[in-house]
Every structure is written in C-alpha cells, then in structure tokens.
C-alpha cells in the first residue's frame, strides 16, 4: 500500500498539483485522505525522499524537491 501511495504522490508532483518546493501535505493529513496507518504514510515518504522527490525539514514536513533533483525517466 505504501508503494500506491508514493506513486499516488509522485504523480501529484509531475502533474503539478504539488510544486517544487512548497510543502506537501503532513503525515496527519495523507493517514485521514489514504484511510492508512501513520507507519504506511511513513513508508510512503521514506520512499519518495529515496527517490529525489521529496525532501524534509526537521520540524517543518516534507517539501517537494526542486525539478533538477528529480530522478531521470
């Protein structure tokens, strides 16, 4: 499921819907809009930062990574 959700998410990215670095939604957010357990968000964001697509600031959430930080198809 975590896997869903970071596909889910990186295509929210390359969409645009989520741009390069503004904040995405927290953890809290993503557990209620997924129906999910905290630690599956985790994953999710763990992946995502794994794969250049993200970034987190301590004690200010996950950011979008800018464009040249994005892993290349």
Do not use: C, H, N
């Amino acid at each position: 499921m975590y896997r869903q959700i970071a596909d889910d998410i990186e295509q929210q990215i390359r969409s645009g819907k989520f741009q390069p670095r503004r904040p995405i939604p927290g953890e809290t957010a993503l557990t209620q809009q997924y129906e999910v357990a905290r630690e599956t968000v985790r994953r999710a964001m763990a992946l995502l930062r794994e794969r250049g697509w993200i970034y987190t600031v301590a004690a200010r959430g996950s950011f979008v990574s800018p464009p040249e930080s994005w892993p290349q198809e």
